[in-house]
């Protein structure tokens, strides 16, 4: 009897230090305090380009209706793991972000988690937006502040049930998340360096422009070579030397600028709701961009 008890309880510690250990690692890590002094609202002004560059309105504009200011969210993303549903980002108080500290969404953009201390789904792409500038989260929560507040609600996420424990996300992290990191290389003249950071981070291109392994990280011998759309249907094009390596800088400039391609046509898809958000950045983004793209190393497409 004594040596079945003695058993029993060394299983039970081995459960509790493997349960503790586990939690542990997977606890959500919060950079930021609400108190930080250094963290409080930037110029909106600044903070109009930013949300230009990163996107936010194609996926956070209230769907059916023109008004791409309009961030109640809702936007149905298809996944592999289910269908996720993006948030209203409005300055309403109770349906948006309205009730966020500054300190809150620096912890949202750089380390994924929700002011509720909970891990973000990377559908929401932190991945990318890890490498930013504080100034620019301070620029864009002031810019988002100026916009009207929308009271709608999104619908749930509707995934599978083993997705729904966001402790899980912890796991993901370990893995595949760096926290303050950009994949952006950096040469020291201020333009690439520039167009780095737009592309790396902001604009966040590989998390369309590369194909995904079985836990949806990008995987790195893809980046920005292409691959499957998050909803399963089309291909995204191969953007290294592989794939636009006859486009000029002219050239992405003004497809940046236009949607205009070399060949006469002109990007469809989400491409050219993306080109609705480059449109309204300065020349000297655009020029940027086109710099950091035409010195990306060429990688062959992936089987779609």
């Not at 200011?69 to 993006?86: I, N």
Request: glycine share 10%.
């Amino acid at each position: 009897m004594l040596k079945g008890a003695w058993l029993f309880s060394i299983a039970i510690a081995a459960i509790l230090i493997v349960f503790s250990t586990t939690w542990l690692l997977t606890r959500p890590h919060v950079p930021f305090a609400a108190d930080d002094p250094g963290l409080t609202p930037g110029d909106a002004e600044r903070g109009r380009l930013v949300f230009a560059a990163g996107d936010c309105a194609s996926c956070h504009a209230s769907p059916g209706q023109p008004d791409r200011l309009k961030l109640g969210g809702d936007l149905a993303l298809a996944s592999p793991y289910g269908t996720f549903r993006t948030p209203n980002i409005s300055p309403d108080r109770q349906a948006g972000i309205g009730s966020w500290s500054v300190a809150d969404l620096a912890n949202a953009l750089i380390a994924g988690v929700s002011p509720a201390g909970q891990h973000y789904y990377p559908v929401f792409p932190y991945a990318s937006y890890t490498g930013m500038k504080l100034d620019d989260v301070r620029d864009l929560y002031a810019f988002l502040h100026t916009l009207g507040p929308v009271a709608d609600r999104p619908q749930p996420h509707d995934i599978a049930l083993l997705f729904r424990i966001r402790r899980f996300v912890g796991f993901w992290k370990i893995l595949f998340f760096h926290e303050r990191r950009s994949e952006g290389v950096l040469n020291g003249d201020p333009v690439h360096d520039r167009g780095a950071y737009l592309v790396e981070v902001l604009g966040h291109c590989a998390e369309c422009h590369a194909s995904r392994n079985l836990f949806g990280a990008i995987e790195p011998k893809t980046r920005f070579a292409g691959g499957v759309s998050s909803e399963g249907v089309g291909f995204n094009p191969n953007i290294t030397p592989v794939g636009i390596g006859s486009w000029s800088e002219d050239d992405i400039v003004e497809m940046l600028k236009s949607g205009k391609t070399p060949d006469h046509g002109y990007v469809g898809w989400s491409m050219a709701d993306v080109v609705k958000n480059t449109s309204e950045l300065p020349d000297a983004d655009r020029i940027a961009i086109a710099l950091y793209l035409k010195s990306l190393p060429p990688r062959p497409t992936p089987h779609p």
